[in-house]
């Protein structure tokens, strides 16, 4: 999962760069609102955590315009303002979810998890395809109960393919969603991780289709 974070706090966006990172999710931050609406404009994001109080405007402004030009990635707001009537603004603008600052950078995680997860149409916080669970909040990946070992590049690659599962998901997309964009992979490579995986997972869980991609299906051939 890849996240736009829009903050111009140094220290608290440092400190949700290494939680998010930890999670295993690819961050890009900005300080800036002109910035964050030219990258939201032209990459591809799962999710934007964006601050309301920027140096050049109120976060709202461009949540708005977003919202307004049919952007519909989820939005998380933060935001040091305690009034109902700035939250009330902020919801109205087109926020998904709200936290004020301060706040524990594990709720942050928790909401955005939950934001991303509905937006595929799942509700629960672990993702089941058949006897493959993949925890979005810790993480974790199961087969059968038992624990499955994944590097964190596997580990981002199972969690795109299980939020759209049973949908069939492009070469192009793992690229804009799965890997930094300044290290955007070719096909060769993701079909390299793409194998290793069908190596710890079981050959026939993740179907090839031929011209169009990948998608992660429940299958009681897998061991």
Known sequence: MKVLL???????????????GDAGLLLEH??????????????AYDAVILDLGLPDGDGSRWLAEWREDGLELPVLV???RTRWADKAAGFS???????????????????????????????HPVIRVGELAFDTHSGSVTLAGRPVSLTA????????????????VSRSEL???????????????IDVQISRLRRKLGASRIETRRGQGYRLVDTDDAP
């Open 6 to 20: 829009v903050e111009d706090d140094p220290a608290l966006a440092e400190a949700l760069g290494e939680a998010l």
């Open 30 to 43: 900005t300080a800036s609102g002109d910035e964050a609406d030219f990258l939201v404009r032209t990459e």
């Open 78 to 80: 933060l935001t040091a």
């Open 93 to 123: 603008a087109g926020a998904d979810d709200y936290v004020t600052k301060p706040f524990e950078t594990a709720e942050v995680l928790f909401r955005l998890h939950a934001l991303v997860r509905r937006r595929h149409g799942h509700a």
């Open 153 to 168: 590049q596997e580990s981002r690659l199972l969690a795109y393919l299980a939020h759209a599962a049973p949908r069939v």
């Open 175 to 189: 690229a804009e969603h799965v890997y930094d964009r300044d290290h955007e992979p070719d096909s060769n490579v």
